[in-house]
C-alpha cells in the first residue's frame, strides 16, 4: 500500500522566516495530496491540497509544491506568524473508493512552533 | 451552523469493556470515516463509509465495529477484542461524489483505558 513519509517531526522558526515541510509518497498512483492542521485538542483542518496535474498552488502565506517524478510534496509557508504554530500532516490519496470518497495515508506529522 | 461533533471529549473504561464512541453530520455528506491518532503518528483509517447501510474496513479495523444506519450518524464501537485501545479517536466526512473531496474532521474523543 501507500506509504507517506514527512520531515521534519519538529521544526522552530522565528517569527516573520519562512518554514518547510518535506513529504514522499510510494504510490506513484497517488494523484491528490493534501495539507491538514491541527491544534492542540482538535480535530485536523485543511489549509491546501494539490492534485497531481498541477505543480505548485499559493494562497496567501502558503504553497505547496508537487514533484511527481520524484515522487515528494511540500508545504512552504512564508511570513510565519504564532498562530501558525501547530501540528501539520501531508498526505496522499492513493485510489478512489467506488462509489466516492478518498482513501488518505498520512504522514507523521510536523510539529511546527513560531517563537517570537 | 454545520459540522461535525463527536462527544464525549474524553472517555474513560476499564479494560475489557466495550465502548462506543458518538459521530454526528449536519453537512449532509455522504461519506464517513473514523479514524485513530497515536502521539508521534498519523492518522490511520480504522473503518469508512460511503453510504448509508454500508461500511468497510480500513487498515487497522480488528477491535473495531461500526454502523452506518442514518446518514447523519456513525458510531465507533472499541470492543475488548482490541489490545491498545486507548487514542485520540477522529471521525471525518466528505461530500463523497465523484473528484476529490476534503475531509472535514470533528473535534475528536481521547479515550484512555484503565
Known sequence: GENVEQHPSTLSVQEGDSAVIKCTYSDSASNYFPWYKQELGKGPQLIIDIRSNVGEKKDQRIAVTLNKTAKHFSLHITETQPEDSAVYFCAASMRMFTGGGNKLTFGTGTQLKVEL | ?114
Open chain 2, 1 to 114: 451552523d454545520g459540522g461535525i461533533t463527536q462527544s464525549p471529549k474524553y472517555l474513560f473504561r476499564k479494560e475489557g469493556q466495550n465502548v462506543t464512541l458518538s459521530c454526528e453530520q449536519n453537512l449532509n455528506h455522504d461519506a464517513m470515516y473514523w479514524y485513530r491518532q497515536d502521539p508521534g503518528q498519523g492518522l490511520r483509517l480504522i473503518y469508512y463509509s460511503q453510504i448509508v447501510n454500508d461500511f468497510q474496513k480500513g487498515d487497522i479495523a480488528e477491535g473495531y465495529s461500526v454502523s452506518r444506519e442514518k446518514k447523519e450518524s456513525f458510531p465507533l464501537t472499541v470492543t475488548s477484542a482490541q489490545k491498545n485501545p486507548t487514542a485520540f479517536y477522529l471521525c471525518a466526512s466528505s461530500i463523497g461524489t465523484s473528484g476529490y473531496n476534503e475531509q472535514f474532521f470533528g473535534p475528536g474523543t481521547r479515550l484512555t483505558v484503565l
